[in-house]
Each structure stands twice: as structure tokens, then as C-alpha cells.
């Protein structure tokens, strides 16, 4: 099976601007996390969708925003950017049943200048 | 709160030789699973390890095994016969709720492992 894969891999961005990513989880997998990593926070739970609803919410500000379609793909977005979002983004698929179980893909890093 | 702490910011270990990390949480939960990551300088962070809480034996895959003890909430990772490879960061991680149906990790800030030939 195809890992998890994310695209673009690397973005880089200026303050004020916004900002999608997206994240196609391994084929059967109806659960996708989404984490931010920074060398300051480390890993932080932004948000995870399933079946198109979003489940959980870290404690990010609006500006960070989600959606998942009809065939698990997900995306994440950022509006108005600021240097801090910097970071390198994560997201993870997870078998129905068990997301505690997370396969991530090899991430996007976002520079904002 | 439920947290995960990493004691060793960093450590090395002479190819071949053994190496223990350290991770100790904290949870008011009484079954939970545990997780051990490794993220290698490609990013990619890949699933290294897992122990359900309720299973007395430890986990083990080929040369990483755990130490899993419950009451001290300890859950420490062995790598045996260290191979370069092996190079990367490695984070303790769970899930705040058993069964996990709020798809979030806790992590602990990692332990940056080199591997010195």
C-alpha cells in the first residue's frame, strides 16, 4: 500500500499571505490528523477529520482551518500568516476504529518571511 | 493533564552497542496504549513501537523492545546491536482516550539519538 503522502513538501510564503497544504491518507483510511512541529513546541494536534466531520480540535486560533472530502483527502489552511507559523506540518492517517494508530507522511515545510 | 516527559534532550551510542531512552507520563486512565516514533533528518516519522497497557509483557520488534512499567508510568525504549540508521530523533507519544476516537497524539520534545561508528 502506498504511504501517506503529502504535497507540496516544501512552501515558502510571506507574512499576510494564506496558505493551503493537503494530505492523502493511505487507501482505506478515513481518518486524518494533522500536526504542527516546530523546534520551540515540538508536536502540536491541530485538528482530525473523519468521514468529512471534523472530530477534534487542538488549541490553534481560527486562522487554522480544515476539511476532509468524500474521498478522505484532507487539507489544511492558514490565513493571514504570520513568521510564527513557520513550521513544519504533519499530517496522519489512521484505520477506521483506531486512530490512535497514525502512519504520517513526510510533511510540508512553510517558511513565512 | 495528561503529559509526556523525555528526560534526554540527547544521547549517543557507538554502533553495535545497546541504548536506552527514557519516557515517563502521566494519566488518570487505567488502559491506554504507548507509542514510540522515530524521525529521521528526512522527517518522515515513522512508527518504531507499541504496548497496550493492560499487556504485562513488553513489546518487542526485532531489535527495539520496551520497558513498560505501568505503576511507575514508565515506558522506556531499548535499541539493541545500534546500527547508523538508527540516527534520528524518537518520541514517546499516546492518545489522551483509550480507544483513541479523538485522533490526537501527545508528545513528548524527543530524545536526539546519533549513532557513532
Known amino acids: 500500500k502506498a504511504g501517506v503522502t503529502q504535497t507540496p513538501r516544501y512552501l515558502i510564503k510571506t507574512r499576510g499571505q494564506q496558505v493551503t497544504l493537503s494530505c492523502s491518507p493511505i487507501?482505506?483510511?478515513?481518518?486524518v490528523s494533522w500536526y504542527q512541529q516546530t523546534p520551540g513546541q515540538g508536536l502540536q494536534f491541530l485538528f482530525e477529520?473523519?468521514?468529512?466531520?471534523?472530530?477534534n480540535k487542538g488549541n490553534f486560533p481560527g486562522r487554522f482551518s480544515g476539511r476532509q472530502f468524500s474521498n478522505s483527502r484532507s487539507e489544511m489552511n492558514v490565513s493571514t500568516l504570520e513568521l510564527g507559523d513557520s513550521a513544519l506540518y504533519l499530517c496522519?492517517?489512521?484505520?477506521?476504529?483506531?486512530?490512535?494508530?497514525?502512519?504520517f507522511g513526510p510533511g510540508t515545510r512553510l517558511t513565512v518571511t | 493533564a495528561q503529559t509526556v516527559t523525555q528526560s534526554q534532550p540527547e544521547m549517543s551510542v557507538q554502533e553495535a552497542e545497546t541504548v536506552t531512552l527514557s519516557c515517563t507520563y502521566d494519566?488518570?486512565?487505567?488502559?491506554?496504549?504507548l507509542f514510540w516514533y522515530k524521525q529521521p533528518p528526512s522527517r518522515q516519522m515513522i512508527l518504531v513501537i507499541r504496548?497496550?497497557?493492560?499487556?504485562?509483557q513488553n513489546a518487542t520488534e526485532n531489535r527495539f523492545s520496551v520497558n513498560f512499567q505501568k505503576a511507575a508510568k514508565s515506558f522506556s525504549l531499548k535499541i539493541s546491536d545500534s546500527q547508523l540508521g538508527d540516527t534520528a530523533m524518537y518520541f514517546c507519544?499516546?492518545?489522551?482516550?483509550?480507544?483513541?476516537?479523538?485522533?490526537?497524539?501527545?508528545f513528548g520534545k524527543g530524545t536526539k539519538l546519533s549513532v557513532k561508528p
Open positions: 496522519a492517517s489512521s484505520p477506521s476504529g483506531r486512530s490512535y494508530e497514525q502512519y
Open positions: 487507501s482505506g483510511h478515513r481518518s
Open positions: 477529520y473523519f468521514s468529512e466531520t471534523q472530530r
Open positions: 494519566t488518570s486512565e487505567s488502559n491506554y496504549y
Open positions: 504496548q497496550e497497557a493492560y499487556k504485562q
Open positions: 507519544a499516546f492518545p489522551p482516550y483509550y480507544g483513541g476516537s479523538q485522533g490526537n497524539l501527545i
